[in-house]
């Protein structure tokens, strides 16, 4: 642990097992979530990610259903289904066609989380949606960065043009909402539904579209952007590293064709597995989450005063050289079931840990699953002479300007 002042306000940074144990798993009631950046809270609402102590509770436990093992399985079908219209989308291109894979990967998870979330696709509006979510991260990277917080209610160009984004979200999200409420949506058992069905123990009220708004919002953007940058890093070791698409390829090969996949049969991709982990260790999505503790707290035999905010580092736990030999190195040998076994808890949780764990985990890691056998059932990478991507912690660990790979078409039989 490491107490640093950034901007006048005291962090101690926190990479070590007995202290993340204290924070996630033996006292989380001691902790909120307040030192959340206010860019994510102006955005969200009050949501799940955004809420603390009981309204979190609440919603936590309305929410959970709809990411339980049976409710997934039906979202298999959706991940299934356009994941097939991304690979014939990609068998469109020109042969050996140099792709922003960042791009295309955020395409494909915006489509998939949204028609998850509200049963029903974004069709002509994807284009829009993805111009905004462009526009509304370029911002909130700009502002986090920026050493002066211009108050997002002044009138500056720049906030008129995130105001005007956040505007144009609301409307698709509302349109959702409103056509639901009037029955002219298809009814589907979404998460959107789960929600419209509640109704408050005390009151006996519903939620509102704001309240509505706010939840499937925050899992939405808290859904599309991790798993498809995960994703983007893990193609590029993949074009790096030729004999892990190899080692997949033999799996798959070994299975006799298990689509449509079951959440069983994806069990059965354990080396595959094995790389989506070690793509999650190296290239953890969120790089770090933010804690402050309710009143004085004492960790590692340091005493702490409830003014401090912890920055737990999931990336440097994850390339810590004392339970990592070689982190640099993306090798999905390191997670075989006997490693996982020994391993200490919190040296490897890139979904965070204790009561506020990744809501979306099952939903994120089927995905994963599903999409790189896919593509590397179909195409072989490429990393393009001189590019280098440039790591850029943001709201998630993206490369700087997007990771650039050749792809090119391969024939599944002939591989072997
Ligand atoms: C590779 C993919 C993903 C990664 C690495 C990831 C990582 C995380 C982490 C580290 C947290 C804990 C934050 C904290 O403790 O402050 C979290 C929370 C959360 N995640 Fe994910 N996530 C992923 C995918 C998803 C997906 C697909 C969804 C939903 C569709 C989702 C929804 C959420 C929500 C709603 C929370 C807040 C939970 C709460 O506070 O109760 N995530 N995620």
């Known amino acids: 642990m490491v107490d640093v002042r950034i901007a006048g306000k005291k962090y101690w940074i926190v990479q070590h097992p007995d202290a993340l144990k204290y924070i996630f798993s033996e006292h989380p009631k001691a902790f909120t979530k307040h030192g959340i950046t206010k860019i994510l809270r102006y955005f969200f609402g009050e949501g799940l990610v955004t809420s603390n102590d009981e309204a979190w509770a609440q919603k936590r436990k309305l929410v959970q259903p709809s990411f339980h093992k049976k409710q997934l399985s039906k979202s298999l079908g959706i991940i299934q289904n356009e994941t097939g219209a991304f690979i014939k989308k990609l068998n469109g291109f020109p042969?050996?066609?140099?792709?922003?894979?960042?791009?295309?990967?955020?395409?494909?998870?915006?489509?998939?989380?949204?028609?998850?979330?509200?049963?029903?696709?974004?069709?002509?509006?994807?284009?829009?949606?993805?111009?905004?979510?462009?526009?509304?991260?370029?911002?909130?990277?700009?502002?986090?960065?920026?050493?002066?917080?211009?108050?997002?209610?002044?009138?500056?160009a720049s906030n008129r043009k995130f105001h005007q984004n956040c505007r144009q979200f609301d409307a698709i999200i509302y349109k959702v909402i409103r056509e639901r409420r009037e029955g002219k949506a298809p009814k589907s058992d979404d998460l959107l539904s789960t929600l419209m069905h509640y109704k408050n123990a005390e009151s006996g009220e519903g939620m509102s579209d704001r309240q509505l708004r706010d939840e499937v919002t925050t899992i939405f953007m808290a859904g599309h952007d991790t798993t498809s940058q995960t994703l983007g890093w893990i193609l590029y070791e993949l074009a790096l590293n030729p004999s892990i698409s190899q080692k997949i390829r033999v799996e798959l090969n070994k299975t006799q064709d298990p689509r449509p996949f079951t959440a069983d049969t994806l069990q059965q991709f354990t080396y595959t597995n094995q790389v989506i982990k070690e793509g999650l260790r190296h290239y953890p999505a969120i790089s770090a989450v933010m804690r402050k503790p309710k009143k004085e707290v004492e960790l590692n035999d340091i005493r702490i005063g409830p003014s401090a905010n912890f920055l737990i580092n999931?990336?440097?736990?994850?390339?810590?050289?004392?339970?990592?030999?070689?982190?640099?190195?993306?090798?999905?040998?390191?997670?075989?079931?006997?490693?996982?076994?020994?391993?200490?808890?919190?040296?490897?949780?890139?979904?965070?840990?204790?009561?506020?764990?990744?809501?979306?985990?099952?939903?994120?890691?089927?995905?994963?699953?599903?999409?790189?056998?896919?593509?590397?059932?179909?195409?072989?990478?490429?990393?393009?002479?001189?590019?280098?991507?440039?790591?850029?912690?943001?709201?998630?660990?993206?490369?700087?300007?997007?990771?650039?790979?050749?792809?090119?078409?391969?024939?599944?039989?002939?591989?072997?």
């Open 314 to 416: 999931i990336y440097g736990m994850h390339h810590h050289p004392d339970y990592w030999g070689h982190p640099e190195k993306f090798d999905p040998e390191r997670f075989t079931i006997e490693a996982d076994k020994n391993r200490p808890s919190f040296v490897f949780f890139p979904f965070g840990g204790g009561p506020r764990y990744c809501i979306g985990s099952g939903f994120a890691m089927m995905t994963m699953q599903v999409v790189l056998l896919e593509l590397v059932k179909n195409f072989d990478f490429d990393v393009p002479a001189g590019f280098q991507p440039e790591i850029e912690p943001n709201i998630t660990l993206k490369a700087k300007g997007g990771i650039r790979l050749m792809i090119q078409k391969v024939n599944f039989k002939d591989a072997f």
């Open 95 to 156: 042969p050996n066609s140099e792709v922003n894979v960042n791009q295309e990967l955020l395409a494909l998870n915006v489509a998939i989380v949204f028609r998850a979330l509200f049963g029903t696709s974004l069709d002509h509006q994807i284009d829009e949606m993805l111009h905004i979510l462009q526009e509304l991260n370029q911002f909130a990277t700009k502002w986090m960065r920026s050493p002066i917080k211009i108050p997002l209610n002044w009138p500056t």
